[in-house]
């Protein structure tokens, strides 16, 4: 009896350790997919034992994703999603707090306002307008330099933005035009602005692609994804409205329940290293750590002043509201046309 | 070289079979002899082929027992019964040569090879198709097909064949011809046989005895002169050749009115008050001279038929048609022609009595 | 009592694996939508609410729009794909024309490719920078002239072999009685040819009309703000995660799939009943002009097929569109956008494989219990019933119905959820209907004295399945496997909700490349399952070939 509780132990234990030599992290994200084999990459450069399976999509579907899993997660880590997002996730009870080392050198902008956090920051992304240079000669479109510009009636049918139920990008730009000109002016803005768009799109990356494509002559998106596709070649201007960008913390967190939590745990330790704040600053230009950040390419080297002072306590607590509202208003493009 | 069978003995007693509230047979009775050949003949919808099902198991009846030999088949599924059946399909796998046809049911049983190929060897030469051992059956005719199937089900040597209909999908002639192979094959192996057929001239051909069916019940019993001499019921009488009927009314003993005609009758008459049906078969009635016979009437039609020609008349007395089958060589010296008038006689011994 | 022991040991073992089939489709099936249905009468935190859900979502305004615009936009890519469909069969059966066989292939290349496919290449070609886009006369692409065009081109081969079955069939004594009686050629096509294909006609709407109402990717990639109710179901559970109100629409979308379903049953059963006599097969005979006019029918249909699937092709080997026509493979290298990846490939061709295996036999397995064995008259109708359901169900119901199902937190099954596993059996159930009848036509093609023979030579209903029954059933197994593999290579719509992260799909993929705006990879990935399924179709027309040569002497009975 002793004898076969020993074996049961040592099979324990063996079984304990081959786990502990490979366990798997489902990892829930929205970060871009062309940089999903990077991030990694060198997070194994540091931790090869730990095994990171993607899932990705857009903002709004990663969120109505873990919503709806709920009662049953997949998740064991969320690794690069919207701070709204997350903070909505917070409310319902599915993240686990966790303070991680090198928490004190974060900004505090990029954490959980709590003690333990719910979520940690690692950078920020930021609106910004794609303008196919090409495409705006051939129809004779002056360039664009704020936002109300974009409800100008010349540009009727030539605009493309992300629909903010499923795009993070979309949400964060609507939240900031209700945050900087006040929710009257705002759906006025939006109402105006509705009139010229031609299209509403899935995720936030598309409106800057269909305009480096020639699509579209305008496609409002985020910096990042304007840069990349400048780099790669296509036509296309950033403009940085002046009124001021929206922007969106994407931050890290553990799903509460997970049964890998100590791998969760250095996940989303490295996950604000400052290894991977540098890893951040290839693509993004303000990152969680301060003092890290360099100029990244096609990026506007004064990006932190562009942004506005973002509430997004408030954009949480507003997110389905505000969403409801903006389905009700512009979700049937069809009866304008 | 043929080996030699040793047919079953078969009882059916008190089978019921009901679907839903059809009843597709009532209280059947019947004992079939060992190596004898039984044909289930009647109509459409009879019940004959259901009674063939059961015997084989494939439906279950509602009621009674099947014994073959000593052993009660009551209850045992087909594959734990001991016969062969030959369907009107034949159903030979159409995947397997005729090799592989005829051993189907010997591998089941696990004969050693060498005894398959010998057996499948005899069967072959049995039924004349060695040379097509290798062919598929959709390479071979209709009647080879039909010998193939046969061969099929005796290869494992059972005591009880089941033939449902095996000859309807053949022409005449190759019909004709099978008739007796089927039959000199069955005597020479002495395999009980039951054969489902609707085909009354086939049954009278190969039967040792013949059970007539009718709306789920069994008319008659007996050997083919018996129920074409015998019959023991109107419908019998009927189905099997041609026949005359007459109605007629009871007058006393042997007697009964016809018309305003009393006719004298050997046959017992019916039970009962009700009326007689007077029967008579179209050979039976003779044809006579104009003023010779009992009976007066006038040729309406003549069907030429090869070995005799049927002829239809109408009696003058009562409103009534005969049918008269005569020999060509009577009807010269009659100068038979429609239109002529003409006398019958109707042999008192060869009228049959039905309750009307 | 004997008699009922004696049916438990005969019998007995047959019907209870056919209760168990049962079993298997009411889970697969009809429990997962049983709670879809009970999911659209809850509120989001399960208390029962009656149509209140139903009420809010059509009082919410534009969405009757999405009811209304799925119904017309269905409705017109009937008419127009059953009248291509129905001059294309016209010109194949009524005419000399030569290379027919080939024609017919291009004809039904379309069934190998993901719906998402012709949608992609419509971009390219009427889009903002199509080098088509002239043709359209200012008229945009994305919205309903797209979603037509493009379902056009994916549902035409099926609307092709339910009319060219019905007109292969036409008998050629009508026309010798329609020219002995002096009929016009024209005459002739309105008294004879149309009302012979009259039921493959309306078999033809009624299919096409489903296929259209239900299907997702088309809409989704070129309907721009177009709204449809398959696209709104996407929306209301993906975009704003309201699984009640993805519910609420499903089950209007079960609406006009399931009348079109009945009303096809109703349909079919007077075509088989209006079949009786036999038929002298129809031989055109010779005549230019018609035959002139049966190639002036045929070609727009084969220059468009070709058309969309050459601009597929050629896109995704476009380095930058429109700014950099130098070819490239870049498109082709997944791993770096959204999708999966080839690794999403690599499933695919998994969940194909495997759906291929397990519905085959789980359809043959079951056809032939329904068919073989003896059954209870009730079980059989029950099975039969269970069987064709899946076609009257669109696969995003499906799809969703399975998350309900299968997620819920006392399932016991809810480990497979996010699994390769869950996607095979969803993909089994979402074409088990086609798949069963044609397995039922050809078991019943066998005679029936099969079984009975085979007992009666002590072989048990096993040896003759296997000996007999299965190879003869041999080339109707190969179409079974070849349209599970080619279905589950091309869904998206039953899968779309269910894949997990490791279990992402090829198809899904092209729908994620084109949400995330990289459509070029979008093509190539489609291109890739359509090369795929073309594969699939040469090994299986190899094997049948081979099949067919080898068994040619009992086929025929020529040597």
């Known amino acids: 009896m002793k004898q076969l509780k020993k074996a049961l132990a040592l099979a324990a234990l063996t079984a304990a350790m081959g786990a502990q030599a490979q366990t798997e992290l489902t990892v829930y994200t929205a970060v871009e997919a062309e940089d999903l084999a990077k991030y990694a990459e060198r997070f194994n450069e540091a931790h090869p034992d730990i095994k990171i399976n993607w899932v990705r999509d857009s903002t709004g579907v990663i969120t109505a994703r873990l919503l709806a899993e709920k009662e049953n997660p997949q998740a064991d880590v969320v690794w690069g999603l919207a701070g709204t997002s997350l903070l909505l996730l917070k409310n319902e009870g599915m993240l686990a707090p966790y303070a991680p080392e090198g928490l004190d050198a974060l900004s505090p902008k990029f954490r959980d306002s709590d003690e333990t956090p719910s979520w940690v920051g690692m950078d920020a992304w930021m609106a910004a307008i794609c303008v196919n240079t090409v495409e705006a000669e051939a129809n004779n479109l002056p360039m664009p330099t704020s936002w109300q510009d974009l409800a100008n009636p010349v540009y009727q049918g030539h605009v493309v933005m992300p629909n903010p139920n499923s795009s993070g990008t979309g949400f964060l730009d609507v939240s900031a035009w209700l945050q900087m000109m006040g929710e009257d002016s705002g759906w006025t803005f939006m109402d105006g602005l509705h009139q010229n ?22 496609g409002v998106s985020f910096a990042f994804r304007g840069a990349r596709l400048k780099e790669q070649g296509a036509p296309l201007e950033l403009v940085f409205p002046s009124e001021g960008l929206g922007w969106e913390v994407e931050a890290t967190a553990i799903v509460n329940g997970t049964d890998n939590l100590e791998a969760a745990q250095t996940l989303v330790n490295w996950s604000i290293s400052r290894d991977a704040m540098e890893m951040y600053n290839e693509g993004y230009a303000i990152v969680g750590m301060p003092g890290v950040a360099k100029p990244v390419q096609n990026f506007p080297a004064n990006a932190e002043e562009l942004i506005i002072d973002n509430d997004f306590a408030w954009a949480a607590s507003n997110r389905e509201a505000i969403l409801a509202e903006w389905a009700n208003r512009y979700d049937n493009k069809s009866e304008a046309e | 070289m043929t080996q030699q069978t040793q047919g079953s003995r078969l009882e059916i007693h008190g089978v019921h079979k009901n679907f839903g509230d059809f009843s597709a047979l009532r209280d059947i009775n019947l004992t079939i002899e060992p190596g004898e050949l039984v044909c289930f003949l009647g109509p459409s919808g009879c019940g004959k082929t259901t009674l063939l099902r059961i015997i084989a198991g494939l439906e279950q009846q509602s009621a009674g027992q099947l014994l073959q030999g000593n052993d009660d088949i009551s209850l045992k599924p087909p594959k734990d019964r001991d016969f062969g059946i030959v369907f009107q399909s034949y159903a030979l796998f159409p995947n397997m040569t005729v090799t592989a046809n005829i051993a189907y049911g010997l591998h089941s049983v696990g004969t050693p090879k060498a005894r398959i190929r010998e057996r499948v060897a005899e069967l072959l030469e049995m039924i004349g198709l060695a040379e097509h051992a290798r062919k598929y059956p959709a390479q071979l005719s209709g009647g080879q097909q039909q010998r193939v199937a046969l061969a099929r089900a005796l290869a494992p040597s059972p005591g009880l064949l089941l033939l449902d209909e095996p000859l309807s999908a053949l022409d005449a002639k190759v019909r004709h011809h099978l008739r007796s192979e089927i039959r000199s094959l069955q005597k020479q192996l ?130 009534l048609d005969l049918v008269v089958d005569v020999d060509p060589r009577s009807a010269r010296q009659l100068e038979l022609a429609v239109g002529n008038r003409i006398c019958l006689h109707l042999p008192s011994d060869a009228l049959h009595c039905f309750a009307a | 009592m004997a008699g009922l022991r004696q049916k438990l040991s005969d019998r007995g073992p047959f019907a209870a694996l056919l209760v168990a089939g049962c079993a298997v489709l009411s889970l697969l099936v009809l429990a997962p939508l049983y709670t879809l249905l009970s999911k659209s009468v809850e509120n989001r935190a399960g208390e029962f609410v009656g149509l209140e859900n139903f009420a809010r979502y059509l009082s919410s305004g534009g969405i009757e729009s999405a009811f209304l615009n799925s119904l017309w936009v269905a409705g017109l890519s009937t008419v127009i794909v059953v009248g291509l469909a129905f001059m294309a069969a016209w010109a194949l059966t009524r005419t000399r024309l030569p290379l027919t066989g080939w024609v017919r292939g291009v004809l039904v290349l379309p069934i190998l490719a993901p719906s998402l496919l012709p949608a992609i290449s419509l971009v390219y070609l009427f889009g903002n920078q199509g080098v088509l886009k002239g043709w359209l006369f200012g008229a945009e692409i994305y919205g309903p002239i797209g979603i037509v065009m493009g379902s056009c081109f994916w549902t035409f081969p099926h609307a092709l072999m339910i009319l060219l079955t019905a007109m292969d069939n036409a008998d050629g004594r009508h026309y010798e009685a329609a020219s002995a009686l002096k009929a016009s050629a024209w005459r002739t096509f309105w008294t004879v040819t149309v009302p012979g294909a009259r039921y493959g006609l309306v078999s033809a709407a009624f299919v096409v009309f489903t296929l259209v109402i239900t299907d997702f990717g088309v809409p989704k990639v070129i309907g721009g703000q177009f709204d449809v109710l398959a696209t709104d179901i996407y929306k209301q559970v993906i975009g704003q995660q309201r699984f009640e109100m993805g519910a609420v629409v499903s089950v209007l979308l079960l609406l006009p799939a399931m009348l079109a379903f009945f009303a096809d049953r109703y349909v079919q059963r007077k075509q088989s009943a209006s079949f009786t006599a036999r038929s002298v097969p129809y031989k055109a005979r010779a005549d230019r002009k018609r035959d002139v006019l049966g190639a ?125 596993l869950i996607l095979i059996l969803c993909t089994v159930s979402h074409f088990y209907a086609v798949s069963h009848l044609t397995a039922v036509t050809a078991l019943k093609q066998l005679d029936k004295e099969f079984e009975a023979v085979g007992e009666s030579l002590k072989a048990s209903r096993w040896r003759v399945l296997f000996t007999v029954t299965l190879p003869l059933c041999l080339p109707a197994i190969l179409d079974v496997a070849l349209y599970l593999f080619v279905n589950a290579m091309t869904t998206v719509s039953a899968v779309v909700f269910l894949y997990g992260p490791n279990s992402q799909l090829a198809s899904v993929a092209v729908l994620s490349m084109d949400e995330a705006g990289d459509i070029a990879p979008a093509a190539a990935m489609a291109i890739l399952i359509t090369v795929t399924c073309a594969g699939a179709k040469l090994i299986q027309g190899a094997l049948r070939f081979w099949v067919d040569r080898s068994t040619r002497a009992w086929r025929q009975g020529t040597e």
Not at chain 2, 205 to 228: C, F, K, S
Not at chain 2, 234 to 257: K, T, W, Y
Not at chain 3, 311 to 337: C, E, H, I, K
């Open chain 1, 197 to 218: 768009i031609s299209r509403y799109t899935h995720s936030g990356s598309k409106p800057c692609k269909m305009a480096a494509s020639g699509e579209t002559t305008i």
């Open chain 2, 190 to 319: 002495g395999v009980t046989t039951i054969m489902v057929t609707h085909d009354q001239e086939e049954a009278l051909a190969m039967a040792d005895r013949v059970v007539v069916m009718n709306n789920g019940v069994i008319e008659q019993v007996g050997t083919p002169l018996e129920i074409y001499q015998q019959p023991q019921s109107a419908f019998v009488a009927e189905f099997i050749g041609a026949m005359n009927f007459i109605d007629s009314a009871p007058l006393n003993g042997q007697r009964v009115m016809v018309g305003n005609r009393a006719v004298d009758v050997v046959r017992p008459l019916p039970e009962g008050k009700g009326g007689v049906r007077l029967a008579i078969r179209p050979e039976d009635v003779h044809l006579l001279p104009s003023g010779d016979g009992d009976w007066e009437g006038r040729v309406e039609a003549m069907d030429y038929l090869g070995a005799f020609i049927r002829t239809q008349v109408r009696l003058t007395d009562v409103a």
């Open chain 3, 296 to 420: 002036l029918v045929l070609t727009p249909t084969v220059v468009f097929i070709l058309a969309i699937i050459a601009m597929a092709v050629y896109a995704s080997f476009v380095t930058f569109w429109p700014y950099n026509l130098d070819l490239s493979l870049n498109n082709y290298q997944f791993g770096r956008m959204d999708g999966g990846g080839w690794g999403a490939y690599f499933n695919s061709l998994q969940l194909a494989l495997g759906t291929m295996v397990l519905g085959t036999v789980l359809v043959f397995f079951n056809a032939w219990l329904m068919e073989r064995t003896p059954q209870p008259k009730i079980l059989t109708g029950v099975f039969q019933f269970l069987s064709l359901l899946p076609l009257a169900v669109p696969g995003l119901v499906l799809g969703l119905s399975y998350i309900f199902f299968f997620n819920h937190p006392d399932n016991l099954l809810n480990g497979i959820y996010g699994t390769l």
